[in-house]
């Protein structure tokens, strides 16, 4: 086993605002933990983008949990992580360059003042700031852990909101996926096995979106992957979001260890991405 390495060095916005947060890990630990939306801070430039201090412990600014689950995961398994350090209100680092909910104008209700009149130019500053960062370092990392001859699986942690839009959510935890199957399946079996959860299945979002980060970083390069979500309720409190992150450590072991997580396997879309060419394809 490698000894982990050193966390990569930060990626620094001209304003003095670090992007990224990556946490060390060994590179052959057969698995990168990811957080796309990990808190709730705005760079000081940005101010509150208009918003009251409670829109920003809402879901709207952040997955609620997923950093307390994702550190957790990361040091069980002694594998590294990279999270986001800023509120998805100012860009989605889960969204593809050209989505149009990749600056929300309004979320869940909310009206957002500093993003309502927003132009082409500061989105494409966000962008070259904030977003491209995180892509770089997941990049960056996953291009080392393959470089050591072990393929690793790739894990999303997100949380959602128990109730949108009036309506009442009834799982407790899901796991989304596109065409490949190799951990989601397993995953989603094990969870249910345990007797006491709702489990999801590609609810209440689809796995499947062109340009997200399991699709750029994990599908167009045959990586075994899943993202798990929990339910925020559940993990609104750390010592819950370290009780739920101790649970999936428990059911993702036997998941991460069988061989086809460490393998390259390209399958479809049904986002409809262009895939490589070489390599095995389902």
Not at 10 to 24: D, K, M, R
Not at 94 to 110: E, F, K, Q, W, Y
Request: hydrophobic letters at 45%.
């Amino acid at each position: 086993m490698l000894k982990p390495e050193p966390a990569a060095a930060p990626t620094v916005a001209p304003q003095g605002f670090t992007p990224i947060e990556c946490l060390a890990g060994a590179l052959d630990a057969g698995v990168l933990f990811l957080c796309d939306h990990a808190c709730n801070v705005l760079p000081a430039e940005y101010g509150d983008l208009g918003l009251p201090p409670a829109e920003f412990e809402r879901h709207i600014a952040y997955d609620i949990g997923a950093a307390t689950i994702v550190r957790h995961l990361a040091g069980a398994f002694g594998a590294p992580a990279v999270l986001t350090t800023y509120s998805r209100l100012l860009i989605d680092p889960n969204r593809g360059a050209d989505d149009p909910t990749l600056v929300m104008r309004i979320s869940d209700g909310a009206l957002i003042p500093g993003n309502a009149r927003i132009g082409s130019d500061e989105i494409e500053r966000r962008r070259r700031l904030f977003w491209q960062p995180y892509r770089d370092a997941t990049a960056q990392c996953i291009d080392a852990m393959v470089a050591t001859g072990r393929i690793p699986a790739i894990i999303d942690i997100h949380t959602f909101t128990p109730v949108f839009k009036g309506m009442a959510r009834p799982w407790h935890v899901a796991v989304l996926w596109d065409d490949d199957g190799r951990l989601a399946v397993p995953l989603i079996a094990a969870l249910r096995r345990e007797g006491d959860l709702v489990v999801g299945d590609n609810e209440p979002y689809d796995g499947a979106l062109l340009g997200d980060t399991l699709n750029v970083h994990a599908t167009v390069r045959g990586l075994a992957n899943a993202l798990i979500e929990v339910r925020q309720d559940l993990v609104a409190r750390e010592r819950d979001a370290i009780a739920w992150a101790k649970r999936l450590e428990r059911v993702l072991r036997p998941v991460l260890a069988q061989p086809d997580a460490h393998m390259v396997e390209y399958h479809r879309s049904r986002a409809g991405a262009v895939r490589p060419t070489t390599g095995k394809r389902t």
